[in-house]
C-alpha cells in the first residue's frame, strides 16, 4: 500500500499545536535535566557523532521529582505518558505530532535540511510506577509482599505501537527502550544503553547496530502491531507482534536503569501510539491494565476504583 496524499505533501499539513501543560503535567525532561543537544560534527557521520555524543552526556538514572509523581496522582487525564520529538524534529517538520501526540508521522529526508537518515523519538517519561516510590526511592518487591499490599507493586510496563501508512517497502521501523539523554538520530538497538526490536529484519539489537540476532518475524505491512514490555524486577525486556509473545529479548541485572518507551524510523510511516490509556485494547491481552496510565490499572484504580475496563 502506498502512502497517501496527505502523507506526502507534509509540507501542506497543518502544523498541529502542541499540547499546553496547564490540564496535565509537562513533559518530564522539561521539569528536570532536560536532555543535551546532541553534537552537530560537519565531518562525521551518525555512528560517530553517536560516540562524541556519549562520550560528552551521562545517562541520567534519576526518576520524576515527588512534585511531578503527585501531579500524576492528582490528575483526572490519563494521557500522561506521550512522545516528544526533538524540537530540531520538529522545526523541520520531519515528525508531525497528531491525536494529542497518539498519531505521528515520521518524514525523514536529505530534502529536510537533516544530514542523518534515522530519527528517534523517546516518551516524555520513563517507565516507573508512581505508586511504589516514596521520596524519589524504590519500594523493593519484598517490602511490598510484607505488608500484603500487592496493588502498591505494578511489575509489568508496556505499550504498542501500529503500523498505519508507510511509503514503500524499504522503510524502516523499530521500538525498545533507551536511557535519557539518547542522539535523537540513531535507532533503539543501535548504541549503548538500549534495546530495539527492527522492522526490516525481525532482529534485536542491543547497545550496537553490529550486536544483532535473530529474534522474531518482521513486521512491516499495514496493520502490524508491535509491543515492548519491562518486567521492573527481573529486568527482562520483551517483544510481541500482533498479541503474540515472542520471548525474551534480554534481561538486565547490576545494568538496569531508567528505561524510556522509544521508536525511530528511518523512511516515511505514520504510526499510532498506545500506552494503554485508550479505547484501543492491547492486542497483548496479559498486559491489558498495565500500559502506564491504562484504564483498569494502578493509576486508574487510585484515581477512581469504581471504574473498571470495559471489556470490547
Same mark, same amino acid.
Given at each position: 500500500?502506498?502512502?497517501?496524499?496527505?502523507?506526502?505533501?507534509?509540507?501542506?499539513?497543518?502544523?498541529?499545536?502542541?499540547?499546553?501543560?496547564?490540564?496535565?503535567?509537562?513533559?518530564?525532561?522539561?521539569?528536570?535535566? *532536560?536532555?543535551?543537544? !546532541?553534537?552537530?560534527? &560537519?565531518?562525521? $557521520?551518525?555512528?560517530?557523532?553517536? #560516540?562524541?555524543?556519549?562520550? =560528552? @552526556?551521562?545517562?541520567?538514572?534519576?526518576?520524576?521529582?515527588?512534585?511531578?509523581?503527585?501531579?500524576?496522582?492528582?490528575?483526572?487525564?490519563?494521557?500522561?505518558?506521550?512522545?516528544?520529538?526533538?524540537?530540531?524534529?520538529?522545526?523541520?517538520?520531519?515528525?508531525?505530532?497528531?491525536?494529542?501526540?497518539?498519531?505521528?508521522?515520521?518524514?525523514?529526508?536529505?530534502?529536510?535540511?537533516?544530514?542523518?537518515?534515522?530519527?528517534?523519538?523517546?516518551?516524555?517519561? *520513563?517507565?516507573?510506577? !508512581?505508586?511504589?516510590? &516514596?521520596?524519589? $526511592?524504590?519500594?523493593?518487591?519484598? #517490602?511490598?509482599?510484607?505488608? =500484603? @499490599?500487592?496493588?502498591?507493586?505494578?511489575?509489568?510496563?508496556?505499550?504498542?505501537?501500529?503500523?498505519?501508512?508507510?511509503?514503500?517497502?524499504?522503510?524502516?521501523?523499530?521500538?525498545?527502550?533507551?536511557?535519557?539523554?539518547?542522539?535523537?538520530?540513531?535507532?533503539?538497538?543501535?548504541?549503548?544503553?538500549?534495546?530495539?526490536?527492527?522492522?526490516?529484519?525481525?532482529?534485536?539489537?542491543?547497545?550496537?547496530?553490529?550486536?544483532?540476532?535473530?529474534?522474531?518475524?518482521?513486521?512491516?505491512?499495514?496493520?502490524?502491531?508491535?509491543?515492548?514490555?519491562?518486567?521492573?524486577?527481573?529486568?527482562?525486556?520483551?517483544?510481541?507482534?500482533?498479541?503474540?509473545?515472542?520471548?525474551?529479548?534480554?534481561?538486565?541485572?547490576?545494568?538496569?536503569?531508567?528505561?524510556?518507551?522509544?521508536?525511530?524510523?528511518?523512511?516515511?510511516?505514520?504510526?499510532?501510539?498506545?500506552?494503554?490509556?485508550?479505547?484501543?485494547?492491547?492486542?497483548?491481552?496479559?498486559?491489558?491494565?498495565?500500559?502506564?496510565?491504562?484504564?483498569?490499572?494502578?493509576?486508574?484504580?487510585?484515581?477512581?476504583p469504581s471504574k473498571k475496563w470495559a471489556e470490547d
Amino acid at each position: 500500500m502506498m502512502i497517501t496524499n496527505d502523507l506526502n505533501d507534509l509540507n501542506d499539513l497543518e502544523q498541529p499545536s502542541l499540547p499546553t501543560y496547564d490540564s496535565q503535567p509537562p513533559a518530564y525532561s522539561e521539569l528536570s535535566n *532536560p536532555p543535551p543537544v !546532541p553534537p552537530t560534527l &560537519i565531518h562525521s $557521520e551518525s555512528f560517530d557523532d553517536a #560516540e562524541e555524543f556519549f562520550r =560528552n @552526556n551521562e545517562t541520567i538514572d534519576s526518576l520524576p521529582s515527588n512534585d511531578v509523581i503527585q501531579e500524576l496522582l492528582n490528575q483526572d487525564d490519563y494521557s500522561y505518558w506521550r512522545f516528544t520529538p526533538e524540537k530540531i524534529l520538529m522545526q523541520l517538520e520531519i515528525v508531525i505530532v497528531g491525536n494529542n501526540g497518539r498519531e505521528l508521522i515520521l518524514n525523514n529526508s536529505k530534502k529536510k535540511g537533516l544530514k542523518y537518515n534515522e530519527i528517534m523519538i523517546q516518551s516524555n517519561l *520513563p517507565f516507573f510506577n !508512581p505508586k511504589k516510590i &516514596i521520596n524519589n $526511592e524504590k519500594i523493593e518487591l519484598e #517490602e511490598v509482599k510484607e505488608k =500484603n @499490599n500487592d496493588n502498591l507493586f505494578e511489575d509489568l510496563h508496556y505499550f504498542e505501537i501500529t503500523i498505519v501508512e508507510k511509503s514503500d517497502d524499504v522503510t524502516k521501523i523499530a521500538i525498545g527502550l533507551t536511557t535519557n539523554p539518547y542522539p535523537y538520530y540513531r535507532l533503539p538497538g543501535y548504541n549503548k544503553y538500549s534495546i530495539g526490536y527492527h522492522s526490516e529484519n525481525g532482529n534485536k539489537y542491543h547497545n550496537s547496530q553490529f550486536n544483532l540476532q535473530e529474534y522474531g518475524p518482521k513486521w512491516s505491512e499495514i496493520g502490524d502491531t508491535v509491543g515492548c514490555g519491562y518486567r521492573s524486577s527481573s529486568g527482562e525486556v520483551f517483544f510481541t507482534k500482533d498479541g503474540e509473545y515472542l520471548g525474551v529479548a534480554h534481561s538486565y541485572g547490576d545494568d538496569d536503569h531508567v528505561w524510556y518507551p522509544t521508536i525511530g524510523a528511518e523512511g516515511t510511516c505514520k504510526i499510532e501510539v498506545n500506552f494503554g490509556d485508550s479505547h484501543n485494547m492491547f492486542k497483548y491481552k496479559p498486559a491489558r491494565s498495565y500500559g502506564p496510565g491504562a484504564q483498569g490499572g494502578w493509576l486508574y484504580k487510585h484515581l477512581d476504583p469504581s471504574k473498571k475496563w470495559a471489556e470490547d
